[in-house]
C-alpha cells in the first residue's frame, strides 16, 4: 500500500511539475464548470433535434440523475468519509505543489467528483446517442477535465480513477432507469433510450 501511495504522489508531482504559464491559464478554465455550460447546451440540442422535446426531457432527468448521484456520492459521502487529503493540502507533499492562482480546493480529494461528474455525463450521452463520432470528443472532454485537476495539483491520479468508475457507473444506472421509463411510459418508442444491445 505505502508502495502505491508514493507511485500516486509521484505520478501527481510529475503532472503538476510541468507546468508554464499559458497551460496555467488553459488548464484553469479547462477546470472551471461554467464554462462548459455551452456544450451542455449543445448535447440538449442535439438530443432535442434527433429524439424530440419529449424524449429529449425523459434523457435530461437522466443525466441529473447521472450526474446528481454522482456527486453525491463523491463529494456529499465518499469524501467526508474516506478524508483523504488533496496533494495541495497533503502534509507530506504539498509544499511541492505547484498552486495555480492561489487555489487549493477543499480538504480531502478522494474520489474526484469533477471525473466522476464529467464521466457521468459523457458517457450517458454517448451511450444515448450510439456513435463512436460522438464518443471520442466526449472522452476528450472527459480527459481534459480529469488531466486538469492533476495539473492544477488538487487531484491524485488514483481521485481521478476512482471518479471515473463512479461516472461510468452512474452513466449505465441512469441508462437502465431511462429505458425502464420509456418502456413504461411509451415515450418516443425504443430509440436511443433502451441499453445498448449485447455484442
Known amino acids: 500500500m505505502d508502495n502505491f501511495l508514493a507511485f500516486d504522489q509521484q505520478f501527481l508531482l510529475a503532472i503538476n511539475g510541468c507546468h508554464a504559464p499559458w ?13 462548459w455550460i455551452p456544450l451542455y447546451l449543445l448535447l440538449a440540442a442535439l438530443l432535442w433535434q434527433r429524439f424530440g422535446w419529449r424524449k429529449m ?4 432527468l437522466g443525466f441529473a440523475l447521472a450526474v446528481g448521484l454522482s456527486d453525491f456520492l463523491t463529494s456529499g459521502v465518499l469524501k467526508p468519509l474516506i478524508a483523504r487529503w488533496r496533494p ?6 504539498g509544499g511541492l505543489v505547484h498552486i495555480v492562482n492561489g487555489y487549493r480546493g477543499g480538504r480531502y480529494g478522494f ?3 469533477h471525473a466522476s461528474d464529467t464521466m457521468a455525463c459523457a458517457l450517458l450521452f454517448s451511450l444515448l446517442w450510439r456513435n463512436w463520432k460522438a464518443t471520442v ?6 480527459a481534459l477535465n480529469c ?11 488514483s481521485d481521478i480513477l476512482a471518479g471515473l468508475l ?4 452512474m452513466a449505465w444506472l441512469a441508462c437502465r432507469c431511462l429505458a425502464a421509463a420509456s418502456a413504461r411510459t411509451g415515450v418516443g418508442g425504443d430509440g436511443g433510450v433502451s441499453p445498448p444491445a449485447r455484442s
Do not use: C, N
Open 57 to 60: 426531457l425523459l434523457m435530461l
Open 166 to 169: 463512479i461516472g461510468g457507473l
Open 147 to 157: 488531466y486538469s485537476r492533476m495539473y492544477l495539483g488538487v487531484h491524485y491520479p
Open 111 to 113: 474520489p474526484s467528483s
Open 23 to 35: 497551460a496555467d491559464t488553459f488548464f484553469w478554465y479547462v477546470s472551471e464548470k461554467w464554462i
Open 137 to 142: 470528443p466526449m472522452m476528450v472532454w472527459v
Open 88 to 93: 495541495s493540502r497533503d502534509p507530506q507533499i
